[in-house]
């Protein structure tokens, strides 16, 4: 099978959020199961490993009315072959989204895409589509290539990653950008809540919709978390399916992350662990002390991610004995706040406003437990990261929260982490003080917690499967 993947981001090259993990990792699993993975990304200005890039061609396309050059390079990463598409009004330009004219930058990439199969003639079986970014090539592909011979018989997935972030816009952009008549706003197809809706548009036209976890699947059905698409979704409930992210253990690995002070597996983590939490405190302004458990908070500071209830309870959980440690940047509203009870209590929390990818690993490295609270997490990689890492995450049972996070049964000695039900800051403290109470009175248990969050399942195998089986029913 040959897949064409489209999305706004890709690791190794260039990254703001768990898309480009899994467009890093999804291709590169398949590739190991005998299939040909293309993913085209945007060459953006800060791109990584650009001298690594080779040219490939140039061509002409049509944004709309407007004639765009487009430049094309190639590259070449663990079996898989990324293409990038270059213009430099559009991407020649610090960071990747947020501009004012992102919705004529990504037509452009978009177009670019479907183009980019007739230009190097690697027409593939399936293109599997991402967020927002490359919505728009589902309505583009069912309303116009695939009228052209060349480009007919390709199957379209969608993958919803976050639903929250829609592509909402102008509705005379689906003629101004898109080239396509404006009676597929009117009736109804590309419209949702008096705008052009770039993801309504492909859950419309794909072949098939896929998210990124089983229960987010179910949850954005609802009035509660569809954030206004539910209707659509459920029109498309048949052929929604969600699939677990799973992580690429080559990238997601304590035993050879050269961020860490001491690299450790299962078999070693009692030892080297603490050497990790010691020089975590020393590099975060904290007490260096073994025996006080270590919290970590690694996030965008969005509401999305469950600050508000972890704001309502931060003074409280300051009466404990115990260090949190939070990394996250983002919104104003949570970082005034933050700032301000952390310069309260600075022997307790260490407070780090910015990106910082070494700082994460070391977080995930050093700490004791991870805190993710979400309100919703599609599928969500921090609390992946930190079970690999052998560090206990505390979770609300949302999304894939719930479908990665098995809640400990002291009974039974079972599951890799502790989790709570509802969006509630007394919930979650309840739920940190048990865990603060296994970690400080019940050594044994807190160890057998670490051994089966590190062994977790949590690699692409059966993901990639379950991606495969609803390719392959697409082709039959
Ligand atoms: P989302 O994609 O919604 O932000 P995920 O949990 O799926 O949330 O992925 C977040 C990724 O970004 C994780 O790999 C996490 O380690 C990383 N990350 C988040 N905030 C920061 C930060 N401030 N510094 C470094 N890495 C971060």
Redesign the pocket.
């Known amino acids: 099978m040959r897949i064409v993947f489209a999305a706004g981001e890709g690791t190794p090259f260039i990254?703001?959020?768990?898309?480009a993990?899994v467009i890093g990792s999804l291709p590169k699993a398949l590739v190991q199961k005998g299939h040909e993975c293309i993913v085209v990304l945007p060459k953006y200005r800060d791109l990584k490993l650009a001298d690594q890039l080779e040219y490939v061609t140039n061509y002409y396309i049509w944004v709309g009315w407007r004639r765009s050059y487009c430049c094309v390079f190639k590259a070449e990463y663990d079996g898989v072959t990324f293409y990038f598409v270059d213009n430099e009004q559009y991407f020649g330009r610090p960071g990747l989204y947020g501009y004012d004219d992102d919705e004529e930058r990504f037509a452009f990439y978009d177009f670019a895409v479907l183009e980019i199969i007739s230009h190097l003639d690697i027409k593939p079986d399936i293109i599997s589509l991402h967020d927002w970014q490359a919505a728009m090539i589902a309505p583009l592909y069912k309303e116009r290539y695939a009228y052209y011979e060349y480009y007919q018989g390709i199957k379209v997935t969608f993958t919803i990653?976050?639903i929250a972030y829609q592509g909402k816009c102008d509705p005379n952009y689906l003629t101004d950008l898109f080239g396509l008549d404006n009676y597929l706003y009117y009736n109804g197809n590309c419209r949702n809540d008096g705008c052009l809706n770039m993801m309504k548009s492909a859950i419309f036209y794909s072949d098939v919709v896929t998210t990124v976890s089983p229960t987010y699947a179910q949850e954005i059905l609802t009035d509660e978390f569809g954030e206004g698409l539910q209707s659509i979704l459920n029109m498309r409930r048949h052929d929604l399916y969600g699939i677990l992210?799973g992580i690429d253990p080559d990238v997601v690995n304590p035993a050879k992350d050269p961020e860490l002070v001491e690299n450790f597996d299962i078999n070693t983590v009692e030892e080297k662990k603490p050497i990790n939490k010691a020089a975590l405190q020393e590099e975060c302004g904290l007490p260096v002390r073994a025996d006080v458990p270590l919290i970590g908070i690694?996030?965008?500071l969005t509401w999305?991610?469950g600050l508000d209830i972890i704001l309502e309870k931060m003074d409280e959980l300051m009466q404990r004995d115990v260090q949190v440690i939070v990394?996250?940047?983002g919104d104003l509203k949570y970082e005034e706040p933050l700032k301000g009870i952390a310069a309260y209590h600075n022997q307790k929390i260490s407070l780090?406003l910015?990106?910082?990818?070494g700082?994460?690993?070391r977080i995930?490295g050093g700490c004791d437990m991870l805190l993710?609270p979400s309100l919703f997490?599609?599928?969500?990689?921090?609390?992946?990261?930190s079970l690999r890492y052998g560090t206990i995450p505390i979770v609300r049972e949302t999304g894939?929260l719930k479908d990665s996070v098995q809640a400990y049964d002291e009974y039974a000695q079972t599951g890799t982490g502790f989790s709570f039900k509802n969006y509630n800051a007394q919930e979650m403290l309840n739920t940190i003080d048990y865990a603060l109470k296994v970690y400080n009175e019940d050594k044994d248990s807190w160890k057998d917690l670490v051994h089966r969050a590190m062994d977790a399942k949590l690699d692409w195998e059966e993901s990639a499967d379950a991606y495969l089986r609803v390719f392959n029913s697409l082709l039959d």
């Open positions: 990254k703001s959020g768990g898309l993990d990653h976050n992210n690694v996030t965008r999305q991610k990394l996250g940047a780090n910015k990106y910082d990818f700082l994460s690993c995930y993710m997490e599609p599928c969500g990689l921090s609390q992946m990261m894939g």
